[in-house]
T-cell receptor, first 114, second 109 residues
């Protein structure tokens, strides 16, 4: 299994600012996934981050709003830019178990935008 | 389009059995997952089905019928700690996970 940590665990930000979320995994993984979970809703995939290449964004998500870095096989960051109240959500990073079919999730970052 | 349907909320009694259904329509199928998510926490893996039939794991079992696009999660001997949301997710032909909206399970004493 993989152990994933995220920082910060929560933050309150002002409209128009940006927040960068860090995700650290205790083992090397090829793909890391960034999800958003809005209140009362299920998980929505924002993008898939591969080391050494540009992240792949899902429909409705763009790099200018959600820039992602993946400098090595154990770390990634997601920035949520130009924040608005609609960005208030939980952001989760996730990795796949390379030996199986399970996905492991970080503890999440709870973002509130005022 | 791709679609996962599960009930929004269910209520059950401690010690009883509850079945949470999930129906899906996806472009291809490479497996179905059930995750448990307690309020304010990240989802945790419960089960994976890729072949038809029942997979049993302690108090939890998961069933799959690919021809019907249907799965259920069966929870036995319910405990108060089982109060959580249960998420159904299907891996499509591109190995992309499609998530259901989750079923909030409320356990009453």
């Amino acid at each position: 299994s993989a152990v994933i940590s995220q920082k910060p665990s929560r933050d309150i930000c002002q409209r128009g600012t940006s927040l960068t979320i860090q995700c650290q995994v205790d083992s090397q993984v090829t793909m890391m996934f960034w999800y958003r979970q809005q209140p009362g809703q299920s998980l929505t995939l924002i993008a898939t981050a591969n080391q050494g290449s540009e992240a792949t964004y899902e429909s409705g998500f763009v790099i200018d709003k959600f820039p992602i870095s993946r400098p090595n096989l154990t770390f990634s960051t997601l920035t949520v830019s130009n924040l608005s109240p609609e960005d208030s959500s939980i952001y989760l990073c996730s990795v796949e178990d390379p030996g199986g079919n399970e996905q492991f999730f970080g503890p999440g970052t709870r973002l509130t935008v005022l | 389009g791709q679609n996962i349907d599960q009930p929004t909320e269910m209520t059950a009694t401690e010690g009883a059995i509850v079945q949470i259904n999930c129906t899906y329509q996806t472009s291809g199928f490479n497996g179905l997952f059930w995750y448990q998510q307690h309020a304010g926490e990240a989802p945790t893996f419960l089960s994976y089905n890729v072949l038809d039939g029942l997979e049993e794991k302690g108090r939890f079992s998961s069933f799959l019928s690919r021809s019907k696009g249907y799965s259920y999660l069966l929870l036995k001997e319910l405990q108060m700690k089982d109060s959580a949301s249960y998420l159904c997710a299907v891996e499509d032909s591109n190995y992309q996970l499609i998530w259901g909206a989750g079923t909030k399970l409320i356990i009453k004493p």
